[in-house]
């Protein structure tokens, strides 16, 4: 007969060891079932104002083709105001997007749209002349002429790059001249702007087209 005080002990540790381990995977299910529902990253906001989109447009590219809102629909593109005789920013800023453009340079749904602001000067040739130094890709890089008041009501009404003076007014006066891109998703809503001339945000730019990818 075995005494109480000699009674085995080895039940209770058994039930406790089973409470531990049950403990622990309820705790484990409720970790990877919260990390799979968050999400990892916080979508990007849509910019503008609400029901702000990309208007149709047509312009000219380097190759003399014309460039419609049709030839980007369901592209992600980025929107660039730059001039070829620039000396200051524009060097800088393009020398910066061929980064962009290499890191998709596969995707056929990612576009840069590089407008002049310079349409005077800025020929189908020259555009041309500087496409080849900037490396572009036929079709992934399109450096875009055209009337100089569609261009630069693209930039502020549509694209939300502003100028120096108002268009509207006196499109003579206007020049645009900024460091700043527009990003642009497949339904034709801002989604961001950076500064081309800082590689820190050229490499947020590359990370958010990702996201939207």
């Not at 406790?16 to 299910?29: D, M, N, P, R």
């Not at 910019?47 to 000219?60: A, C, K, P, Q, R």
């Not at 080849?132 to 694209?159: C, N, R, S, V």
């Amino acid at each position: 007969m075995i005494s109480k005080k000699n009674k085995p002990v080895t039940p209770v540790i058994n039930k406790l060891f089973f409470g531990i381990i049950v403990t622990g995977l309820l705790a484990f299910i409720v970790v990877f079932v919260f990390s799979s529902s968050s999400p990892s990253k916080k979508s990007l906001p849509v910019l503008g104002g609400e029901g702000h989109m990309i208007e149709s447009f047509s312009f000219t590219d380097q190759d003399g083709k014309t460039i419609t809102d049709k030839d980007v629909a369901g592209k992600i593109r980025v929107a660039e105001y730059f001039f070829t005789t620039c000396k200051s920013i524009c060097p800088i800023m393009n020398g910066n997007l061929q980064a962009v453009q290499n890191a998709y340079k596969d995707r056929n749904d990612v576009i840069i749209l590089s407008h002049t602001v310079d349409p005077e000067d800025d020929s189908v040739g020259a555009l041309k002349s500087y496409a080849k130094l900037m490396h572009a890709i036929p079709g992934k890089w399109e450096f875009l002429t055209g009337d100089k008041l569609a261009l630069y009501q693209m930039a502020e009404k549509d694209y939300l790059l502003s100028a120096d003076t108002t268009t509207s007014q006196n499109k003579d006066s206007a020049f645009i001249h900024t460091q700043y891109v527009t990003l642009v998703d497949k339904q034709n809503r801002i989604r961001g702007f950076y500064d081309a001339t800082s590689k820190q945000d050229i490499n947020k730019l590359i990370s958010d087209i990702k996201q939207l990818l």
